[in-house]
């Protein structure tokens, strides 16, 4: 059985697919527009494999409009048909999905947090959970997220930039502006261009008015 880049299980027999799954991930979180084509290769690999379609619907979800509902729930029906295949974990995902194509955001967010408890390695369900509450308005869950599942993670998992970056963020909206900076410039140490943690910095310079400092 294949893994995704922090060992969690993919149920994919396909090394091609679970190549292009990693792949699409690691473009999602460095927002790179070359996500859709890569999880799109996942399921041409692999039609069978659940999590790669359940990855292509909350892609189009993550675009904010409804005019990609129609591909978003498209991707879910695949999801759902190859589900019994699926483990328990990336059931779960496609529970999640279905829930948020539905509009209920509050409940896709616990569904993530379930995922969570069980898999706090998991990084697709920490970053929605915590794009989500983003647009909630929810600045203690921004923080709260990564905070809650940091202690089954270290500088060896890969990832760990990225939660530090969203973590950093989180701090930042909550007025810790030390502590954001602090987690912001860790971050960018994994990966300069973060741009969780570029932005979290940037807005820790800005209210402390160190303006020269955000300018370069």
Not at 7 to 21: M, P
Request: proline share 3%.
């Amino acid at each position: 059985m294949a893994t995704d880049a922090r060992g969690l299980t993919l149920s994919t027999g396909s090394e091609e697919a679970a190549g292009h799954f990693n792949a699409a991930m690691d473009d999602y979180f460095q927002y790179r527009v070359s996500a859709g084509k890569r999880a799109k290769a996942a399921v041409e690999a692999d039609p069978g494999f659940a999590l790669g379609h359940c990855l292509r619907g909350y892609l189009f979800m993550l675009f904010g409009s409804t005019a990609f509902h129609g591909h978003a729930r498209a991707a879910l029906e695949q999801a759902q048909a190859a589900a019994p295949g699926a483990s328990t974990r990336e059931q779960a995902h496609i529970a999640a999905l279905e829930t948020w194509l539905g509009g209920d955001t509050e409940k896709t967010c616990a569904r993530w947090e379930e995922i969570l408890i069980a898999h706090p390695r998991d990084l697709l369900a920490v970053r929605l959970q915590h794009f989500a509450f983003f647009w909630l308005g929810r600045s203690a869950e921004l923080r709260g997220a990564p905070a809650r599942v940091l202690y089954a993670w270290d500088k060896d998992v890969p990832g760990y930039g990225n939660m530090l970056g969203m973590l950093a963020f989180g701090h930042e909206e909550c007025g810790a502006y030390a502590e954001a900076e602090a987690a912001g410039r860790r971050a960018m140490e994994f990966d300069p261009e973060d741009l969780w943690a570029l932005h979290a910095v940037a807005h820790v310079l800005e209210m402390q008015g160190r303006l020269e400092e955000g300018l370069s």
